[in-house]
């Protein structure tokens, strides 16, 4: 059974700037089905709102049916996870909240990210999940 995963939305924006390296690596991996990545309704809204603002868009090689093609098959392999309940970890970036609240409900073992930092300090822990940048968890 594939290792269950948040991809935070940092990574998939990397994967797309990018030419290479870990962050696309990990979709990669995700759509092998080497990871079991996780979803719900707050990172998939904030996965659209992300991937869709001008500033990336003009960073990006792909083109916008392309970059749609590439949510659309990442989607495919994720498994949509709701979350009953809120936890409130408290991080530093309150918007990052949800990404433990989906990898707690999903049961995931990792959360991949760029912002590490933005995860570090909070006042509720889950010692089972770890915050890994996408070239961490490729290591594993």
């Not at 991937?51 to 949509?80: M, Y």
């Not at 073992?109 to 915050?131: G, M, Y």
Request: hydrophobic share 45%.
């Amino acid at each position: 059974m594939a290792e269950r995963v948040v991809v935070d939305t940092s990574v998939f924006v990397g994967a797309l700037l990018g030419s290479g390296g870990p962050s696309r690596a990990v979709l990669r991996c995700c759509l092998q089905g080497a990871y079991q990545p996780l979803m719900g309704n707050a990172l998939f809204s904030e996965y659209e709102s992300v991937i869709g603002r001008e500033r990336i868009l003009a960073q990006c090689r792909l083109s916008q049916a392309e970059i749609d093609t590439l949510l659309q098959a990442f989607l495919s392999v994720c498994r949509w996870t709701f979350i009953y309940y809120t936890w409130r970890p408290n991080l530093k970036d309150e918007a990052d909240n949800h990404l433990i609240e989906l990898a707690v409900a999903g049961n995931a073992t990792a959360i991949v990210t760029q912002n590490i930092r933005d995860f570090q300090n909070a006042e509720l822990l889950f010692p089972s999940l770890k915050i890994l940048t996408p070239a961490d968890i490729l290591k594993r």
